[in-house]
């Protein structure tokens, strides 16, 4: 019998009932093959042999390629040629999934030194990184200290050159005032002429008045003109000195100092009774250390002496600073003959008030007042050549409230009159405190020689009777 032919399924209706999927099809085709073959042709096939729908969107490489990385995959790649794959053997299969569990056993059996290594690795890194930025730094630093330098150069130059540019002001001065004393001299010189010539011309004047009837009136009202032109120029001279008086003491001398080869005064700075130490520094953020007047730079160190406290009529050198207290400046004098004792105050005027106190009251009366004391003289900041060197720190600058002052170079002249201006001060001047204490009670001081030049011998040399007692 003829053998009946069985009917064929096609491979679409096997995708329908068993599902098929991409990796399903490809092992199909592979081994129907029996031969590695590249992605595009795995492609072509299943799609012509109808497994997969054209429609279906996948990436077939990437499925090869993730079957391939895993343990128990069915694909291998074949090295040397891109896209392509191939079937795994049975056997090929076994021996991965062994080699796989043995290199699982082998890193549970390790002790836990990945862990350190790959910390160390980390520590390397930022060692490397540590290092780079410490070499950052130091040549940042080296530029920050070149800068620094070129503007410590910078002001030092424009020093000198403010020094030099006041000292050729004085010389136009100078030349300037005796230019108007030759001026003067020559207008003397040629008045005595320009006289005899005015009075020439007035005796004619008068001889031809004198056949005039009223003569002796016109005599009286030129009389009285001349009296009031005389009292009119009095005045007009006598305001002009006023003027200039007070011209010269508004004006801010600065005497002469020494300086050093960079134009920085060298210290101590010797002025009269007057020694400066340090002048300090200069603090701009806080309104509490100056004002329109004077400012107040921490660290500032003077020294001077005046009356001590323990005995009026000897000296006593006092040591004057400036502190950076909580809220503000503090002002503090301190005593050779006292050392653990100072005289403090939120003002320089505060602490030279207590000092005042207790000089006055060493001498038992009140010889100067406190309110007349001066902080500012006393301390030395407000004299005009400490003033202008504090002012020509980089600081003052930035000080808001504080206002700027001119000062003038002192002349040969007017170097003896700046000296005395501090000398008649009994608040400051040991001299000027002992005339005062004189003059309030000349008699102390008459009784204290009597008792210091007493001698018995007087007594016993004179003619008084001495009742003696009997016993």
Known sequence: MPEVAKPQISVTDQVEKTGMTWLKAAEQILKSTNRPMHIKEIKLQILSQGLIQSKARSNLESILYRDAQKHNGRFAKVEGHQGTFRLLTPEEIVWKVQNYKLAKESQKKQPKESDNERYQKRFKKLRKVAKAMIFENAALCDEISRTEEKIIRVIEERKLLLKRVLQQQALRQATSIQTVQNSSVASKSASPAASLDISLNRSQ????????????????????EKSKDRKHLKDKKTESRSKTKKTNLSRKIVQPITLDASGRPVYPIVLGDLTVHSLGDVIVDRPGFHSEKYIYPVGFCSSRT????????????????????????????????????????????????????????????????????SGPAFFGFSKPTIQNLIQSSPGPRKCANYKWMKFDICKQDERTAVFDQSMRDPAINFQAFQNARLKSSPNEINLRNLLTDFNPT???????SIPMKST
């Open 205 to 224: 004047d008068n001889k031809k008045d004198g056949k005039l009837k009223n003569k002796n009136k016109n005599k009286h009202k030129k009389v009285k």
């Open 306 to 373: 005046f009356v001590s406290v323990k005995d009026p009529d000897s000296l006593c050198l006092y040591t004057c600073k400036i502190l950076d207290g909580a809220t503000g400046p503090k002002f503090a004098i301190v005593s050779e003959d006292k050392p653990g004792v100072t005289f403090e105050g939120a003002s320089a005027s505060l602490a030279h008030a207590s000092l005042l106190r207790a000089v006055n009251n060493a001498c038992g009366r009140e010889v100067v007042s406190h309110s007349k004391g």
């Open 458 to 464: 007087i007594l016993l040399g004179s003619k008084l």
